[in-house]
């Protein structure tokens, strides 16, 4: 189908393409395997100017928006929902900076990831705050010479492999959420330690670690925006990068279609390829029709976050719950058609059943999500414009 | 350093079709890539100019269509790309190609190390590199896969041999041939892309070289190929019969009839 994207466009998803297959392919069984960090391969986005897409060209980018980054995502994802998370939470670790961030701020920052050199990382949540996020309970007491932080982050994608940290805690705690803030935190920061690594179902390459702070000291100019806005900041990050998620699991849907139909055109029984089987291709049909809209939904929702809208909280949230249930249900469908071969790991469509799940549960469970749309749909009385 | 990498474009597919009636290569449908080996060289030349600074120029002959290569080029790295394009350069062979290129290398003037791929994936001859050294009189070293260390006007390279490798030192100027072991070819990047849609490309014609025509193309070609056939392959087994003795005696005869023992 076709989506009306820019020469550029076009340009950097048939990039990212190449990057996933002749890059990715190759070695994401070994990675899921190994639970490694994809390093090469980020090395190898990084000179082809992949983190350069999603940052300003004033400092070093591409200038592109929500839409050029869920292009790079979708494809990554198509080959490795693992490699295609780590490269999309570097973008999620500078957003809030890019946004809210001082030019200065920006200037020591963002040339860093744009080049790939310096990978990014965005730290909110905590044992006690999951969906609840306003529950906090890192501090960044202002102290002289900047702010003393103390605490610990959990399940932080790019944990320990990332240089550059966005963290949200709070800077007076008598206040709450309203007394939360978002600071930047540099790697070998004193204070600031990795702790455990976790082992995960699925986009086992990714990293996602523990960041442990004790006394961790950051100078007073890294604090992005106005104390006390960092839960609002949070908020409309997760708006703006829920899109991503839905590319993501664009990406992983179609990767896992085009499996299944490769294995039904090949995979013989009862004397007939069982692509031939009326049964197995409605369930092809079914899950390139759930496939394309929700490309459909979530490119329309990137180009509404990219077109400056005030809000844009429904329409992500939207998107990255039906394409995260689409790829669910077609990677299990997917799985269903390559039957016992499906279920082994040495065919692809079992890691991107595992793959799959997270996707319904992180940047706000899908559940969390239809509360959102819910409160939304009954403020505007069920109405579109 | 000024580093010139040679680059030709060819077919995409080493399944080359014949059309029997004209005895050319059927063209049609096939996509045209740079030469594989000519894509190590081009990565080697954008590595050396990282390392030591300076710059590279791709120079490529072939049909107007080629440009798309020379852009190809630009998005991996190249700094200048120079087309030679004329209707006297066609059907050259390797002797005839070299001639050509060399005069594009003397008219570029500047050039402290030529980098080509070991051979073409289309001719297979890989000529015209020793060719270019030798009509340039420079030192030439072929099949490297390494290259150690280069100082002002002095260069030392790993090569690959038949038992292994041999350390070879030469002065520059130079021309070497690369194997596919020197590197890795990097993809292209985003920049490189949108630069190459947009840069100018070069385009030399005979006027623009200091060469007769009939140096180049067919008239400066001491080959020229005849007919293009594809080798008769006939496959024929013989399932000898009898009992096991007889079987054996058989075998040896035939054997003995061959001249094999």
Known sequence: MDYFLTDEQKTIKSLARQIAEERVLPVRAELDEKEEFPWDIMRELGSSDMFRVFIPEEYEGLGGGCLELCLVVEELSRVCSGVAVSYAASALGCMTLMEYGTDEQKRIFL?????????????????????????????????????????????????????????????????????????????????????????????????????????????????????????????????????????????????ALEAAVDYAEQRVQFDQHIINIQAVQHMLADMAIQTEAARALVYAAARHVDSGAKSVTEESSMSKVFASDTAMKVATDAVQICGGSGYMRDYPVEKMMRDAKILQIYEGTNQVLRNTIALNLRKRKGRTA | MNIVVCMKQVPGTTQVKINPETNSLVREGIENIINPFDAYALEEGVRLREKYGGKVTVVCMGPPQAESALREAISLGADDVILLSDRAFAVADTWATARTLS?????????????????????????????????????????????????????????????????????????????????????????????????AITTWTIADLNVSPDMVGLAGSSTQVIKIFFPQRVHRAEILEGDLDTQVDTLIDRLKGANLC
Not at chain 1, 112 to 121: F, L, Q, W, Y
Not at chain 1, 169 to 174: E, F, Q, S
């Open chain 2, 103 to 199: 005069a594009a290398m003397k008219k570029l003037a500047s050039y402290d190390i030529i980098i080509c791929g070991r051979q073409t994936i289309d001719g297979d001859t890989g000529q015209v590199g020793p060719e270019l050294a030798e009509m340039l009189e420079v030192p030439f070293v072929a099949y490297v896969s390494n290259i150690e260390e280069i100082k002002e006007s002095y260069l030392r390279v790993r090569r690959m041999v038949e038992e292994g490798h041999e350390i070879i030192e030469t002065s520059l100027p130079t021309v070497i041939t690369v194997a596919k072991e020197i590197n890795v070819p990097r993809l292209p990047s985003l920049r490189g892309i949108m630069k190459s849609k947009n840069a």
């Open chain 1, 111 to 255: 040339p860093g990831i744009a080049s790939g050199e310096k990978i990014g990382a965005f730290a909110v949540t905590e044992s006690t705050a999951g969906s609840d996020i306003s529950n906090i309970k890192t501090t960044a007491e202002k102290v002289e010479g900047g702010y003393l932080l103390n605490g610990t982050k959990q399940f932080i994608t790019n944990g320990g492999e990332a240089a550059i940290y966005t963290v949200i805690a709070l800077t007076d705690k008598t206040r709450g959420a309203r007394g939360a803030s978002a600071i930047i935190v540099e790697k070998d920061t004193p204070g600031f330690i990795f702790g455990k690594k976790e082992k995960k179902m699925g986009i086992r390459s990714s990293a996602t670690r523990e960041l442990v702070f004790k006394n961790c000291l950051v100078p007073e100019e890294n604090l992005l925006g106005k104390p006390g806005l960092g839960f609002i900041q949070a908020l409309r990050l997760f708006d703006k990068s829920r899109p991503g998620i839905g590319a993501q699991a664009v990406g992983l849907a179609q990767g």
